[in-house]
């Protein structure tokens, strides 16, 4: 039963979120306005999230250098990739097919593959909350226009930002004291024991880099993925003319924000949650049209599930191939 509501969850969870991004859309308008796509943008996006894979499969390999592991940059980025095509069935398969395709080609234990996996994530998830920070500072008056609009509308503010900034510093302070005051009592409540439980593996993640032989390369990678991860956005933006305007501090924005979509666990072909987040910020914060917004996410969103399709898929089907060689191998030298 358990099985069933953890996949039957995230595939409700997104169909709401499709449905809430589509419902009002005219899917034949849409497809007009994906015919005036630019092609060299979605290929360069291609190119950008390649580098982003590689530089993953090679930070990995950092991981293992401390337990004596030395698998090939070839296997480990076949491994990556497996892990990605999986995602696009169900929801954090990924993390265990990477860790079995490694198995299957270097023969690197399942656990210790985990492990560094957990670690890894752990880091990423450090880097995402500081570039949360910093793309809100950033977008810091966009979002501030936005909330003033709204509680003007909701009748519970004047739009005064500057009002707007204490309030959000002080309901910010006040949460965080009281998550301090009483956090064993919190700690009970099954969700915000995964928060902290989580939150202490940021810290173990965040401390393991600091017993890696290279940390300074390991860090250069961590670099390298999310300013790949950056310029996908931002080339994503140049696929249409009317989002080609938004410019960089847009694109930093709408990274945090699809990464959010990106987060939630529902099948990778299906989507939903980027699809709505993006094209609502599209919409709300930078008041772009609805159905152009719907086309610009969508292409954006399904242009890298179908190069993720592509190669995601070969790379699981050549980790198969190679092992089966490899086993041939070993039978025929005995």
């Not at 993390?95 to 198995?103: G, K, P």
């Not at 920070?133 to 739009?159: H, M, P, R, W």
Request: proline share 3%.
């Amino acid at each position: 039963m358990k099985k069933i509501l953890g996949y039957t969850i995230p595939l409700l969870l997104a169909a709401l979120l499709l449905w809430y991004a589509y419902k009002d859309i005219d899917f034949g308008q849409m497809l007009q306005n994906m015919k005036q796509a630019h092609l060299l943008p979605i290929f360069t996006t291609l190119i950008t999230t390649v580098v982003a894979h590689l530089a993953r499969a090679l930070r990995w390999n950092l991981l293992f250098q401390p337990l004596g592991y030395q698998p090939s940059v070839k296997n480990s980025f076949l491994a990556v990739m497996s892990g990605y095509f999986a995602n696009l069935i169900i929801p954090r398969a990924g993390e265990i097919t990477r860790c079995t395709a490694l198995f299957a080609s270097e023969k690197i234990p399942v656990q210790t593959s985990v492990g560094s996996v957990i670690a890894e994530r752990g880091l990423d998830l450090i880097v995402f909350g500081i570039l949360t920070l910093c793309a809100f500072g950033i977008e810091y008056q966009v979002l501030v226009n936005f909330i003033a609009d709204v509680s003007i509308k909701l009748g519970i503010g004047t739009g005064n930002s500057s009002n707007l900034k204490w309030i959000i510093l002080g309901t910010v302070t006040i949460i965080s004291v009281i998550a301090s005051i009483f956090r064993k009592r919190l700690s009970q409540i099954p969700l915000i024991a995964k928060i902290f439980e989580l939150a202490a593996g940021f810290l173990e993640g965040l401390l393991s880099v600091t017993k890696l032989q290279k940390p300074v390369l390991f860090v250069f990678y961590t670099f390298i993925i999310w300013i790949c991860y950056f310029l996908t956005t931002y080339f994503s933006l140049l696929i249409f003319d009317f989002t080609s305007d938004l410019g960089f501090k847009a694109a930093f924005l709408l990274l945090v924000i699809g990464s959010f979509g990106i987060i939630l666990p529902v099948p990778g072909a299906v989507g939903g949650p980027f699809q709505a987040f993006v094209s609502s910020a599209l919409v709300l914060l930078y008041l772009k049209d609805e159905s152009l917004s719907v086309t610009a996410a969508t292409t954006m969103y399904y242009s890298q599930q179908f190069f993720t399709v592509v190669l995601g898929g070969l790379s699981y089907l050549a980790t198969v191939i190679l092992t089966n060689q490899a086993i041939s191998t070993d039978e025929k030298s005995i």
